[in-house]
Every structure is written in C-alpha cells, then in structure tokens.
C-alpha cells in the first residue's frame, strides 16, 4: 500500500520520540509522508526529527507538548495552524504497575487524560476534517491487557480497552467514507519503556517480545481491512486460547498472575 498516495502528504504520531511511535515515524517517513511528531521530551524528538528529515528528505514539524494537560489538542490545533492532517497515529500512554490502591487517584486521573480523553479529543478534530476531505486513517495503539481484567494492570487496561471499542466503532461508522480507523493491538514489544519495567520471562509458552518495527509493519499491512488486530502470530494464538477457549475468570487469572510473576509482586 502506497499510504502517501492512499491517504495524503502529511502524518501525526503522537507519542513519536521512541519506541513504537518512532517506528512508525521511519516508515513514513521512508514513504515520503511529511510528519508531525508529538511528544513530551524534547531532546529525542528533535533528534529523531532531524534524523528523519536528513535521511528521506521531508518536512518534520515537532511538538513538545504534555498530552495528559486538559488543553493538549488545543494547543497542538494552534501550532499547527490549520495544516492538513491526512494519517494519524495515537501511540502515547501512560502506564503504572502494581496494586490499584498502591498508585493516588491523581495519577489514575493523569492516565484516563492521556490515554483516554486526549485521543478522543484527537479523533474528534482531526477525523471531522478527514471526513469532510473524504480520506485520511487513524491507528489507535492498544494493547492485550485490554481484552480483559489483567490484574496490577487495572487501570492501564480499562483505558486500552476503551481505545479498541472506540476504533472498531468508527471503522464501522467512517469505512465508506473514505476513513480508515484501526486499533492495533500490542502484546509485550521491545519498546525502551518496556525495558525498563525489567519484566521476567514467565514461561517457556510465552510469545516472544515483537521489535516496534514488526508492530508498525504489520499495522500498515491491516489498515483498512478490519477493525483491530493483535500483533504477532504467537500472541494471537495465546489471544485465542484466552478469549475463545478458556473461562473468563481463568484467563483472568492468568493474565493477574503472569503479571504477578513477571514483575515480583
């Protein structure tokens, strides 16, 4: 797919400056797509900018901006100035592991912010104006412990899961308008973010850890056949076992103690 050709000149990710976002970032930037690229840390999202720009010879504008503040889509609307936003992808998130009652209910307001209400915001302003163009695709980032409780996870989960409902629903209310919307779901990816947490492989069965850049591949591979998708083939088959074979409450189980084990709690 010629996502250039398919759905315009220029492509959002918020939550670019590593990871996943920044795969994304590279391979459209590698299809001559013009980017915007959002995130909160300055230092690597002008380094990635500047990387981007020298290598395929694009246009790069970069926001520092905290996408948990109630006025983020404002503020990114207002530097943008009115700029055409033809692909959008919402890979930033907020993630805390542990007990529900360990974390403040601070920090659980900060996550539904980012996670939750800032992609609304997003989806709401910039697919109006795809919709009105008649093409333009988003990809909301989620991830597998949506698909059900997934204890010490719980509020992480709750917000993933609103993420996919929200894209399957648009799919179905935009696919022929010209939109293409699409949740990719992620199981455990080499991301910095995810190394950090220093988790303990759990099992001999456990799917193997993706590469952000198989994620960004293989979500530009499904955009605009089907509503979500799981990453990688040994995660959908563990999905299967948990969402189609097994009782709720035993995959809830699993997912709480697999949790529980990976990172010794």
């Not at 492989?201 to 456990?206: A, D, I, Q, V």
Request: a positive charge.
């Amino acid at each position: 797919m010629n996502l250039k050709q398919k759905y315009g000149q220029t492509a959002m990710i918020a939550g670019a400056s590593e990871g996943i976002g920044a795969a994304f970032a590279t391979l459209l930037a590698a299809e001559g797509m013009d980017l915007v690229l959002i995130a909160r840390r300055l230092q690597p999202l002008q380094q990635l900018a500047h990387l981007l720009e020298n290598k395929y010879k694009i246009n790069v504008i970069y926001i520092s901006c905290d996408l948990s503040a109630i006025d983020a889509v404002k503020e990114i609307e207002g530097i943008l100035d009115g700029k055409e936003i033809s692909l959008l992808v919402f890979n930033a998130a907020l993630s805390v592991i542990g007990p529900f009652i360990n974390n403040s209910a601070e920090i659980y307001s900060q996550m539904v912010q980012l996670n939750m209400v800032t992609p609304l915001n997003m989806l709401h302003v910039f697919g109006e104006k795809m919709l009105t163009k008649g093409k333009g695709a988003i990809v909301l980032m989620t991830s597998m412990a949506g698909l059900q409780g997934s204890g010490f996870l719980s509020v992480y989960a709750a917000t993933k899961a609103f993420n996919r409902v929200l894209a399957e629903s648009l799919w179905y209310e935009w696919k022929d308008s010209g939109v293409d919307v699409i949740a990719c779901c992620a199981g455990a990816t080499s991301t910095p973010g995810f190394k950090n947490t220093r988790p303990e492989k759990t099992g001999f069965f456990t799917p193997r850890v993706m590469d952000p850049e198989e994620v960004a591949n293989e979500c530009f591979k499904k955009l605009g056949r089907q509503p979500s998708f799981i990453t990688g083939r040994g995660n959908r088959i563990a999905s299967f076992f948990m969402q189609k074979i097994l009782p709720g409450k035993v995959a809830v189980n699993i997912m709480g103690d697999t949790t529980r084990k990976m990172y010794r709690l």
